[in-house]
């Protein structure tokens, strides 16, 4: 039987949770590392509706992007997915910050699915591998065909199916765009640094915009759960290949938000 620390040490070879940034929760937050496991559910949050589905589905373990615990907890109560898992004796694994930096991370997994050609550059190294040395950062720099600014957008709309996206006109076409999965426009000064024309992102507020207008970069906020869901299917691809277990993708993942 699968055990709960076999997943994570199976995430662990891929996207090393010593490599999170310092801000970050990632790993096993909820249950234990010898906890069995026959079928796990894959979700970007672990909201109380995806614990509820994990429960409904027989799922002992969900796996997240987000970490069900982020901030600091000061009380329990079962209102709380992260004490409504435990109550319900189900595990989860967060692997955020640490697949975001992966060798192969959330950022790659944007240029592939908009199927641009990886440069393999990472416009933002923040922090080094604290084993191996090796740098660490956000961002997937990639050349694409040449296009408008406009092409550009509406091809994002498509491709990652945005609910809704903003973007700002560079005025210029583009060859060289940079991905950042989620809140990452600060990359915006590096990739143009690096030659971009353009940054496809989430989360990008109002300054933001202003600031690529003026830099001459095309920015492109297609949604934060947009831009990191796609990750889901390679979690469960890794999953399946190395135990065959059941993987499933959640269907209650982004009701919170509309999506």
């Known amino acids: 039987m699968t055990t709960v620390g076999q997943i994570y ?20 937050c909820v249950g234990s590392r010898s906890q069995e496991v026959s079928r796990v559910l894959l979700a970007l949050d672990a909201s109380n509706s995806v614990v509820d589905e994990a429960k409904r ?19 329990l109560d079962t209102d709380y997915p992260a004490a409504r898992a435990l109550a319900a004796g189900i595990a989860c694994i967060g692997c955020h910050t ?46 694409c065909p040449k ?26 076409d583009i060859d060289t765009v940079a991905c950042g999965s989620g809140a990452c426009s600060e990359i915006m000064e590096y990739a143009k640094e690096l030659g971009a024309q353009a940054v496809i992102t989430a989360d990008v ?9 003026r830099l001459g970069i095309t920015l492109i906020d297609a949604g934060h759960y947009e831009t990191e869901v796609i990750a889901l299917p390679y979690l469960k691809e890794k999953i399946e290949a190395a135990f065959g277990l059941e993987c499933i993708v959640s269907r209650a993942d982004g009701v919170v938000c509309g999506i």
């Open 9 to 28: 040490d199976l995430i662990d070879g891929f996207a090393p949770f010593r490599n999170q940034d310092g801000f970050d929760n990632s790993g096993l």
């Open 57 to 75: 589905l027989g799922c002992e373990l969900i796996v997240t992007h987000h970490p069900v615990i982020f901030h600091p907890m000061k009380r």
């Open 98 to 143: 640490s697949l975001d930096s992966a060798p192969y991370g959330v950022s790659d997994m944007m240029v592939k699915l908009l199927g641009f050609e990886n440069l393999g550059v990472t416009p933002e190294i923040n922090r080094r591998d604290p084993e191996t040395g090796a740098p660490v950062g956000y961002g997937a720099m990639a050349r």
């Open 147 to 172: 296009m408008s600014p406009k092409e550009l957008a509406e091809l994002s709309k498509e491709r990652f199916k945005s609910a809704a996206l903003r973007w700002v006109d560079g005025g210029r």
């Open 205 to 213: 507020k109002l300054d933001r915009f202003l600031e690529a207008h």
